[in-house]
Each structure stands twice: as C-alpha cells, then as structure tokens.
C-alpha cells in the first residue's frame, strides 16, 4: 500500500523516554492504512525498533484521501510496558485479555452487598484472583523473549 506520512508537533518527553508526535497519512484514492504498515514506516523513518512503536487515534477524514492519529516511539522495551496504558498492551497481546464477564462480577458485588461477616469474605475471595501479579509476571515472560533476541 502506497502512503506518505508526515509528521507534526513531533516532541521529545525525556521524562517518558519517547517521541511523541502527531502524524498525517496522505493515501489518495486507496483505503485508509492499517496500522502496521503505518508503525513500519514510521520505525524505518525514525530508525526505531517496530516494537517500541505505538499508533493509535487514526481517525480518516471524510471523503478519504488523509488520515491524522498519534504515535509513542519509546526509547526501550521497558519504558513502553512502564509508561503504556494497561488497555494498549492489552490490544497488544502484550498483558492477557480480562477473563469472565462483567455481568459475573456485578452479580458478585450484588450478592456482596446482601451477605454479612465470614460468608461475605468467601464469596469475594471466590471471584477475585491477584491481577497484578498475572500482568506482572506476563510483562517479564514478554521482556525475557527480548533479551535472547
């Protein structure tokens, strides 16, 4: 797919350790770019690894032809499973997709609320399970696949 992309307000967030910028894609008479072909050119375009780009927001104006959105390049790995929102990582693959439903859990918080003393800390210890510690331990199985490569 053929596209020209062209960047604006490009600034340098030292604290977070990336470049964030403001990016328009001209595509004339073709369909709006998926989003890896947009994160390929801009890693070739700004010398970065593919994986430390983040796209998102490209929203394509009416009648086509051009389409703005965001992008993160982070300096390693790290900084972007540091800085990243959980929700991005997610999409990712990064971190694992939530389990159950949010009918499940609302059925247990209304349980919980009719439910006194010993039986209310049972059928909340039923439900719960420590999510930290899942996207915890993810984080440092995806890094670890990074070190040997």
């Known amino acids: 797919m053929t596209f020209i992309v062209k ?3 490009v600034l340098l967030n ?7 910028l403001s990016v328009e894609l001209l595509h004339p008479n ?4 998926s989003q890896e072909s947009v994160v390929k050119e801009l890693a070739s375009k700004y010398k970065a690894d593919e994986r430390n780009v983040v796209v998102y ?14 992008a993160l390049i982070y300096d390693t790995q790290q900084y972007l499973l540091k800085f990243e929102p959980k929700f991005r990582l997610r999409r990712r693959g990064i971190i ?7 009918k ?3 059925e247990v918080k209304s349980k919980l609320k009719k439910t006194r003393g010993a039986e209310k800390t049972k059928i909340y210890m ?11 331990a ?11 490569k």
């Open 7 to 9: 960047t604006r307000k």
């Open 14 to 20: 030292k604290l977070l350790n990336r470049r964030q």
């Open 30 to 33: 073709k369909p709006t770019p």
């Open 57 to 70: 927001g490209l929203r394509t104006s009416f009648g086509g032809n051009r389409t703005t959105g965001f």
């Open 96 to 102: 694992p997709k939530r389990d159950g439903s949010r």
């Open 104 to 106: 499940g859990w609302k």
């Open 126 to 136: 039923s439900r719960k399970t420590d999510k930290r510690e899942v996207i915890r």
């Open 138 to 148: 993810q984080k440092e199985t995806y890094l670890k696949g990074f070190v040997g």
